[in-house]
């Protein structure tokens, strides 16, 4: 099970914390992402981490203004967004998988399990 939390409504240029914490056993490969979704369109990818190893990848769209981090003991992974634009906006979901391999780690359909989501809206 995952539990996303941290969205809400922010003036551009603002920042938000998002989390998510996952339950169960984890693996070397296992695997945390978010990805987000606006009406209409599909799920685009924004930013994952592997615990083992350590791999992190970001979407260029998040690339110089988020970072994602996460506490392994906690089993929870962190994405910090700076400098939000409206066109941030949109549900972020956190996803997990434990047998992750790094080619794929930006493949939404490679993920086998999914937070339930939070909006983030960047508005003035």
């Known amino acids: 099970q995952l539990q996303a939390s941290g969205g809400g409504l922010v003036q551009p240029g603002g920042s938000l914390r998002l989390s998510c914490a996952a339950s169960?056993?984890?693996?070397?490969?296992?695997?945390m992402g978010w990805f987000r979704q606006v009406p209409g369109k599909g799920r685009e990818f924004v930013a994952a981490?592997?615990?083992?190893?350590?791999?992190?990848i970001y979407a260029d769209s998040a690339k110089g203004r988020f970072t994602i981090s996460r506490d392994n003991a906690k089993k929870t992974v962190y994405l910090q967004m700076n400098s939000l634009k409206p066109e941030d906006t949109a549900v972020y979901y956190c996803a997990a998988d434990n047998t992750m391999i790094l080619s794929s780690m930006g493949i939404g359909s490679a993920y086998d399990y999914w937070g339930q989501g939070t909006q983030v809206t960047v508005s003035s």
């Open positions: 169960g056993q984890t693996s070397y490969r296992f695997t």
């Open positions: 981490t592997r615990w083992g190893g350590g791999s992190t």
